[in-house]
Structure formats: structure tokens, C-alpha cells
């Protein structure tokens, strides 16, 4: 078998164009693959089978690790603002559950507003998240019971795990089998996700082959957000609160719970979100504010300055600092600029004073301050967050 024959096998096989995982197992197989012995390929790809999904999570794991890391902060409120913030909230309310976005949503999937406590089981049901549902105008409103289900212990056929789902549906009692949609690493028993279940924000997850043509994550007021197959009642759900996120500005948990309940979004007028990515070599963040255009200057200036102070590292990044560390950057090596090898300290102190002849405030009299100087604009720089 030539590289180019394994290239296609392996991509036939999983469904993988990364062309560094590819050279990595004919590198590290090649003499097999070459030998042309049917059977021991076959062996081979049997070692790979194993090792595929740990890839796989590990590719999850680098889509999610920036969203994972999403810190929400809360300003301090004012009586003015309090005031103005809950105006608002009461006044989208009242004119978002008379949109057709709403009303229509309520007629055809709902029957009615619920309860605070039923749309916390219809959020939850796997009934609501798995039965595919309709909408159209032209579509009269099934008579499924959204609320009222029996869902048995998990089992397992020739395609896999399911669960056995019961409910009635225009009063006739039926029974699905339902597939997990994710895999969640770290659950123990409860890896897998069905219809219905919920990731917290820090899980990261793999979809499944097969069952992740149309998976959906509805985020939820709680924070976690529930998993759902498309076009059940909580796609249509999500479709219908994006519109009115994009009418009304709202957050898409807060359109879901309106349209489900009627209860007024949270009141707000700046908030900040925080969103971080983390590695051994590096820290980053981009801190996004988002504000009401009537917000004080001073409010937000204030705001800003809180945030700031509580998440940044006091690390005395002044001028020299950041040239200093720059300039180490330009003459060493990806290991030595990491740590991960003591770069020729001394040498590089004596090539930064040769720079800076005429400048004593920039010169180093010992190559132990330059290596310190370094190492304080290294962790101001590449690790700035303390949270």
C-alpha cells in the first residue's frame, strides 16, 4: 500500500482531511502498510480504530475550549438604572407576547402560556426534544403530550445504545426508540446525552456519527443549555426566540422562557462577558461590553475599571518591560522563548546593552535582571488573566 492509497483508506475510513494525523500514522506504520500483507493492514487499522476517538474529543475539545471559558459579569445597579432596566423588561414583554413569533408558537406547539414549573419539564422532556413537530400555518396543532411520558432505562441494539420513549399523541399511546446525540467525557455512566439532557458550560463534547446530522443546544436562564434533535418542539423553539432576539434584542434564553411563559426578560443595561483561551505557552482574552446608548459615561467608565482590576495580573509591565520581552522573542528559539530551555541569558543581556550604547536608563549591569525583566513581561504579556 503507497502513502497515497493510505490517504484514502484512512479518509474513507474516518472522515478525517487532517493531513498531520495522516502523515503521524504512516510514519509511524509505514513498514506495515508497505510489507502488502492484507491481514496485517488490517491489523493496523484496528491499533488506529482505538486511537481515533481520543483524536476526536481532542478536536472537540480545541472547537469548545474558547467557549468554555466565558465568564458573565453583572454591573453595579443604580436606582436610576434599576428603574429604567425593569421599564424596559416590562415593556418588551408585554409587546413581544403579542407578536405573531409568540402567539403562534403558543397556538400550534403549546396550547397555551405554561407555568414556570411546566416549562422547566418541557425544557427538560424528551418528548419536546426528540418527536418531530410542525409549525406551518397550514398544519393543524398535534396533540402531543409534551408533559406526560415514560422513558425507560438505557438499553442496547445492533446500532447501538437508545432509550425507549412513551407518550400520547392524539390519544394514542406510541413508543420511539431514542439515540443519544452526545458523548460528554468525564460522566461516568451518564456519557452519553439523550433528547432532553443537558451540558453545563465547562463539559466539552463530541457529537455521534450518525446521530449529529441536526443536534441542537438550546441555551437555557439556569446556564447549561439542553441537547435536541432538529425540527423537534425545542428546535422550533430556538428558531422562533432567535427572531424575537433579533426584533427585541433579547438574550436567546430569555426569548425562549417569554415565549414559553410570558415572564418578563431579565432587566439589564450593561453587562461584559469575558472570554478567554488558555494553553502552557499562552493566555489570551477579548473583554466585550455591551451597553444601553442612554448609560452614563462615567457608569461605564467605572465598570470597566472594576472589571479590569479584578481580572488582570499585576505584573509591572512598564516600556523596558515589553521591549525587553520582545526582544528575547527576535533571538531565541520557540523552546527557550517558552522556558522550556534556559536561553544564554548572559549572552542575550550582552547583545541588548550593545544595542543601547547611549542609554543607561534601558542598560542592564547584571544579566539576572535582564532574565527577571523577561520573565515579569512574559507573564504580564502571555498570561495577563488572573481569573
Same mark, same amino acid.
Given at each position: 500500500?503507497s502513502?497515497?492509497?493510505?490517504?484514502?483508506?484512512?479518509?474513507?475510513?474516518?472522515?478525517?482531511?487532517?493531513?498531520t494525523l495522516?502523515?503521524?500514522?504512516?510514519?509511524?506504520?509505514?513498514?506495515?502498510y508497505?510489507f502488502?500483507?492484507p491481514?496485517?493492514?488490517?491489523?493496523?487499522?484496528?491499533?488506529?480504530?482505538? $486511537?481515533?476517538p +481520543?483524536?476526536d474529543?481532542?478536536?472537540?475539545r480545541?472547537r469548545?475550549e474558547w467557549?468554555? $471559558?466565558?465568564?458573565?459579569?453583572?454591573?453595579?445597579?443604580?436606582?436610576?438604572?434599576?428603574?429604567?432596566?425593569?421599564?424596559v423588561?416590562?415593556?418588551?414583554?408585554k409587546?413581544?407576547?403579542?407578536?405573531i413569533?409568540?402567539?403562534?408558537?403558543r397556538?400550534?406547539?403549546?396550547?397555551r402560556?405554561?407555568?414556570?414549573?411546566?416549562?422547566?419539564?418541557?425544557l427538560?422532556?424528551?418528548?419536546?426534544?426528540g418527536?418531530r413537530? &410542525?409549525?406551518?400555518?397550514?398544519?393543524?396543532?398535534?396533540?402531543?403530550s409534551?408533559?406526560?411520558?415514560?422513558?425507560?432505562e438505557p438499553a442496547?441494539?445492533?446500532n447501538?445504545?437508545?432509550?425507549?420513549?412513551?407518550?400520547?399523541?392524539?390519544?394514542?399511546?406510541?413508543?420511539?426508540?431514542?439515540?443519544?446525540?452526545?458523548?460528554?467525557?468525564?460522566?461516568g455512566a451518564?456519557?452519553?446525552v439523550?433528547?432532553?439532557?443537558t451540558? =453545563?458550560?465547562?463539559?466539552?463534547?463530541?457529537?455521534i456519527?450518525?446521530?449529529?446530522?441536526?443536534?441542537?443546544?438550546?441555551?437555557?436562564? =439556569?446556564?447549561?443549555?439542553?441537547?435536541?434533535k432538529?425540527?423537534?418542539?425545542l428546535?422550533?423553539?430556538?428558531?422562533q426566540a432567535?427572531k424575537?432576539?433579533?426584533?427585541?434584542l433579547?438574550?436567546?434564553?430569555?426569548?425562549?422562557?417569554?415565549?414559553?411563559? &410570558?415572564?418578563?426578560?431579565?432587566?439589564?443595561?450593561?453587562?461584559?462577558r469575558?472570554? =478567554?483561551?488558555?494553553?502552557?505557552d499562552?493566555?489570551r482574552?477579548v473583554l466585550? *461590553?455591551t451597553?444601553?446608548?442612554?448609560?452614563?459615561l462615567?457608569?461605564?467608565t467605572?465598570?470597566?475599571?472594576?472589571i479590569?482590576?479584578? +481580572?488582570?495580573?499585576?505584573?509591572?509591565? $512598564?516600556?523596558?518591560?515589553v521591549?525587553?520581552?520582545?526582544?528575547? +522573542?527576535?533571538?531565541?528559539?520557540?523552546?527557550e522563548?517558552?522556558l522550556? $530551555?534556559t536561553?544564554?541569558?548572559?549572552? *542575550?543581556c550582552?547583545l541588548w546593552?550593545a544595542?543601547?550604547?547611549?542609554?543607561?536608563?534601558?542598560?542592564?549591569?547584571d544579566?539576572?535582571?535582564?532574565?527577571r525583566?523577561?520573565?515579569? &513581561?512574559r507573564?504580564?504579556?502571555?498570561?495577563?488573566?488572573?481569573?
Amino acid at each position: 500500500m503507497s502513502k497515497q492509497e493510505f490517504e484514502q483508506e484512512f479518509r474513507s475510513r474516518y472522515k478525517i482531511e487532517d493531513p498531520t494525523l495522516v502523515d503521524a500514522f504512516w510514519e509511524r506504520h509505514r513498514v506495515e502498510y508497505e510489507f502488502g500483507d492484507p491481514k496485517l493492514q488490517e491489523e493496523v487499522f484496528g491499533e488506529i480504530d482505538a $486511537k481515533i476517538p +481520543i483524536y476526536d474529543l481532542g478536536r472537540a475539545r480545541e472547537r469548545t475550549e474558547w467557549e468554555r $471559558k466565558q465568564i458573565t459579569m453583572q454591573p453595579p445597579w443604580g436606582a436610576y438604572e434599576t428603574a429604567r432596566a425593569k421599564a424596559v423588561s416590562e415593556y418588551v414583554a408585554k409587546v413581544a407576547s403579542a407578536d405573531i413569533v409568540t402567539t403562534r408558537y403558543r397556538e400550534r406547539v403549546l396550547g397555551r402560556a405554561l407555568t414556570a414549573q411546566e416549562a422547566k419539564r418541557f425544557l427538560s422532556s424528551p418528548v419536546a426534544a426528540g418527536v418531530r413537530t &410542525g409549525i406551518g400555518l397550514r398544519l393543524k396543532r398535534r396533540r402531543i403530550s409534551f408533559l406526560e411520558y415514560e422513558i425507560e432505562e438505557p438499553a442496547e441494539d445492533d446500532n447501538g445504545p437508545y432509550r425507549v420513549l412513551r407518550y400520547s399523541y392524539a390519544g394514542r399511546d406510541l413508543g420511539i426508540r431514542l439515540r443519544p446525540l452526545l458523548r460528554v467525557p468525564g460522566r461516568g455512566a451518564s456519557l452519553m446525552v439523550y433528547p432532553g439532557g443537558t451540558i =453545563s458550560p465547562d463539559e466539552w463534547w463530541q457529537v455521534i456519527p450518525d446521530q449529529n446530522a441536526n443536534v441542537l443546544l438550546l441555551p437555557m436562564r =439556569s446556564g447549561d443549555s439542553v441537547v435536541a434533535k432538529g425540527n423537534s418542539a425545542l428546535d422550533l423553539l430556538a428558531k422562533q426566540a432567535n427572531k424575537l432576539v433579533r426584533r427585541y434584542l433579547l438574550e436567546p434564553e430569555d426569548a425562549a422562557w417569554l415565549i414559553l411563559t &410570558g415572564e418578563n426578560p431579565r432587566p439589564k443595561y450593561m453587562s461584559a462577558r469575558l472570554s =478567554s483561551v488558555s494553553t502552557d505557552d499562552l493566555s489570551r482574552a477579548v473583554l466585550t *461590553l455591551t451597553v444601553e446608548p442612554w448609560v452614563s459615561l462615567n457608569k461605564v467608565t467605572s465598570y470597566y475599571r472594576d472589571i479590569q482590576q479584578s +481580572i488582570l495580573q499585576d505584573a509591572g509591565s $512598564k516600556d523596558r518591560t515589553v521591549e525587553v520581552f520582545r526582544f528575547v +522573542i527576535a533571538h531565541t528559539e520557540e523552546e527557550e522563548t517558552t522556558l522550556e $530551555k534556559t536561553p544564554q541569558w548572559k549572552h *542575550l543581556c550582552d547583545l541588548w546593552n550593545a544595542e543601547h550604547p547611549e542609554d543607561p536608563g534601558k542598560r542592564f549591569s547584571d544579566y539576572r535582571d535582564f532574565r527577571r525583566s523577561y520573565i515579569r &513581561g512574559r507573564d504580564a504579556i502571555a498570561f495577563p488573566i488572573s481569573v
